[in-house]
């Protein structure tokens, strides 16, 4: 039976996903977990990938017996750290979507409180026989 590599990155991939520790341990678990798996086919070159779940097991079982292994407060700990750094770039976000909201504020404010810059004036239709005298706009202000 030929090995799918497709099958095999697959089982890569959830063993990281359902691990929960930091990418440290993924790593190191994952190279090691990749090194017996490459050591099995080296000695069984006909196995295929039913064969290499049958002797290591799924990636829930891989993922159960190393929380198992890990112990509980190694665990929690790490998950502690994962809640922290999300709380920290939650508020970091927060931050700078609450400084931005008072810039715009800020920024409003000044410019309602100068006055317009640029004031339209709309013209109603005028008779044929109506003279325009002054047709100047007297202050233009873009630079504040």
Not at 43 to 59: L, N, R, T, V
Not at 85 to 106: D, E, H, K
Request: proline share 4%.
């Amino acid at each position: 039976m030929q090995l799918n590599n497709r099958a095999l990155t697959r089982y890569y991939r959830q063993i990281r996903q359902l691990l929960p520790c930091p990418k440290a341990a993924k790593d190191a678990l994952e190279w090691q977990i990749r090194c017996n798996v490459d050591d099995y086919l080296f000695e069984h070159p006909e196995a295929g990938f039913d064969q290499i779940i049958e002797h290591f097991g799924s990636p829930e079982a891989i993922v159960a017996a190393y929380v198992e292994n890990t112990g509980t407060a190694e665990i929690l700990n790490a998950l502690r750290i994962r809640r922290r750094i999300v709380a920290i770039v939650t508020g970091m976000l927060a931050t700078a979507l609450l400084i931005w909201a008072i810039s715009v504020t800020v920024i409003t404010v000044r410019l309602s409180s100068e006055g317009p810059g640029l004031t339209i004036v709309t013209t109603e239709e005028l008779p044929s026989d109506t003279i325009i005298v002054d047709s100047t706009i007297e202050e233009m202000r873009f630079d504040k």
